[in-house]
T-cell receptor, first 115, second 113 residues
Framework: NAGVTQTPKFRILKIGQSMTLQCTQDMNHNYMYWYRQDPGMGLKLIYYSVGAGITDKGEVPNGYNVSRSTTEDFPLRLELAAPSQTSVYFC??????????????FGDGTRLSIL | AQSVTQPDIHITVSEGASLELRCNYSYGATPYLFWYVQSPGQGLQLLLKYFSGDTLVQGIKGFEAEFKRSQSSFNLRKPSVHWSDAAEYFCAVGAPGNTPLVFGKGTRLSVIA
C-alpha cells in the first residue's frame, strides 16, 4: 500500500523561482491537506480540499496555490519562492472527517530550502 | 474554534521509565482527539484516537491516553519507554464537520540509557 506519496523529498530553490510539490494518494480519500512544519511551531495548515474541484484556504495560504482536478492528486504550487517558505511540507489525506473516526494519513514530507 | 496546547517542548526520560506527555485542548463540545508520532525524517503516524465512549484508549506501540473532560486534557502515557520511542509527539483536536485537525506544537522525547 503506497498511501500518501510526496515528491520530491528534497529541493533547493533560488529566490523568485517557482515549483510544484506533488502529492498523490491511492486510498480514494476525499479530503486532502497541505501543512508546513517549522521548528517549534508544529504543523500549520496551508490549504485543504474536500473533494475534486474544491479547495479552501487554511491558516497560512499566502504565497501558495493548489488545485484538485482528481481525487488522487493535490499539488501545491509556489509561484515566487521566498526565504520564509523554507520549511518541511507535509501532504495528508482522510476519507471524511465528519465520519468521526477518520484520522489523517501523512506523506513523508518534502524538505524545501529557499536560498 | 478548537485549539490545543502541549506545555512541554522537550522531555528526557530514562529507558524503562514511565512516560506522560501532556495535552490540553479548548473546544466547546466533546472533541475528537488524536496523538501522532513523528520519527526523524518521517511523516506523522497515528498512535491513537478518541471520539467517544471509554475515556481510556489504547494505541499502538504500547501507548495509551486518557480523556479527562473536567481538565480538558488528553495525556499520553507509556509504562516503560524504549529507546526507539525517541521522536516528536503531536496532539491534535478535531470537531464534527469539515474543519481540519488542529495540531499542537509538539513535544520532543529523548530517551537516555
Amino acid at each position: 500500500n503506497a498511501g500518501v506519496t510526496q515528491t520530491p523529498k528534497f529541493r533547493i530553490l533560488k529566490i523568485g523561482q517557482s515549483m510544484t510539490l506533488q502529492c498523490t494518494q491511492d486510498m480514494n480519500h476525499n479530503y486532502m491537506y497541505w501543512y508546513r512544519q517549522d521548528p517549534g511551531m508544529g504543523l500549520k495548515l496551508i490549504y485543504y480540499s474536500v473533494g475534486a474541484g474544491i479547495t479552501d484556504k487554511g491558516e497560512v495560504p499566502n504565497g501558495y496555490n493548489v488545485s484538485r482536478s482528481t481525487t488522487e492528486d493535490f499539488p501545491l504550487r509556489l509561484e515566487l519562492a521566498a526565504p520564509s517558505q523554507t520549511s518541511v511540507y507535509f501532504c495528508a489525506s482522510s476519507k471524511d472527517p465528519r465520519n468521526s473516526n477518520q484520522p489523517q494519513h501523512f506523506g513523508d514530507g518534502t524538505r524545501l530550502s529557499i536560498l | 474554534a478548537q485549539s490545543v496546547t502541549q506545555p512541554d517542548i522537550h522531555i528526557t526520560v530514562s529507558e524503562g521509565a514511565s512516560l506522560e506527555l501532556r495535552c490540553n485542548y479548548s473546544y466547546g463540545a466533546t472533541p475528537y482527539l488524536f496523538w501522532y508520532v513523528q520519527s526523524p525524517g518521517q511523516g506523522l503516524q497515528l498512535l491513537l484516537k478518541y471520539f467517544s465512549g471509554d475515556t481510556l484508549v489504547q494505541g499502538i506501540k504500547g501507548f495509551e491516553a486518557e480523556f479527562k473532560r473536567s481538565q480538558s486534557s488528553f495525556n499520553l502515557r507509556k509504562p516503560s519507554v524504549h529507546w526507539s520511542d525517541a521522536a516528536e509527539y503531536f496532539c491534535a483536536v478535531g470537531a464534527p464537520g469539515n474543519t481540519p485537525l488542529v495540531f499542537g506544537k509538539g513535544t520532543r522525547l529523548s530517551v537516555i540509557a
